[in-house]
């Protein structure tokens, strides 16, 4: 079993940054492929990042490349996503998501993963 426990959620303007970290307990993530989902409001979740167990491959939606940088440490068992030009679009409950390393690196299947964070909030106003 992994747990995952999300931080670093806030308001910030348009423009700002934040800085969201997630961290496993339980088992190792070495072998666990890893990532952040969001939902805002009256949306289904997103999938907005995933990076392989190594921290070799990593994956962006097209609305956050360039602005969101994922990045992980296996031996702290954390993964954080590093969020600048924040968009008031980004607003959202954002997730940590784990499952166990398979054929593809990421999923945008929210099913497909295993162990979920309770989720953290990002505001982003005007």
């Known amino acids: 079993q992994v747990q995952l426990v999300e931080s670093g959620g806030g308001s910030v303007q348009s423009g700002g940054s934040l800085r969201l970290s997630c961290v496993a307990s339980g088992r190792t993530i070495y072998f666990y492929d890893m990532g952040w989902f969001r939902q805002a409001p009256g949306k289904e979740r997103e999938f907005v990042s995933g990076?392989?167990?190594?921290?070799?491959?990593?994956y962006y939606t097209d609305s956050v490349k360039g602005r969101f940088t994922i990045s992980r440490d296996n031996a702290k068992k954390t993964i954080d996503l590093k969020m600048n030009s924040l968009k008031p679009e980004d607003t959202a409950v954002y997730y940590c998501?784990?499952?166990?390393?398979?054929?593809?690196?990421?999923?945008?299947?929210?099913?497909?993963?295993?162990?979920w964070g309770q989720g953290t909030q990002v505001t982003v106003s005007l």
């Open positions: 990076i392989d167990w190594a921290g070799g491959r990593k």
């Open positions: 998501v784990a499952r166990s390393s398979g054929s593809t690196y990421y999923s945008e299947v929210p099913s497909e993963y295993n162990y």
